[in-house]
């Protein structure tokens, strides 16, 4: 994974977030961001292995 992978993971999360309401978050959204923050931490991961 690259540093532009990086970014664009980090660019979906904050665009999620800023959509989620602040009460009655639906079920789906949190799954999205559950999936994407994971996503994102893998491909720190990766970026530091080399």
């Known amino acids: 994974m690259s540093t ?3 970014r664009e993971l ?3 999360i904050a665009e999620l977030r800023r959509r989620i309401p602040p009460h009655s978050i639906p079920p789906a959204m949190l799954q999205e961001l559950d999936e994407l923050e994971e996503q994102l931490d893998k491909a720190k991961e990766a ?3 080399g």
């Open 4 to 6: 532009q992978r990086v």
């Open 10 to 12: 980090e660019k979906k």
């Open 47 to 49: 970026e530091k292995q």
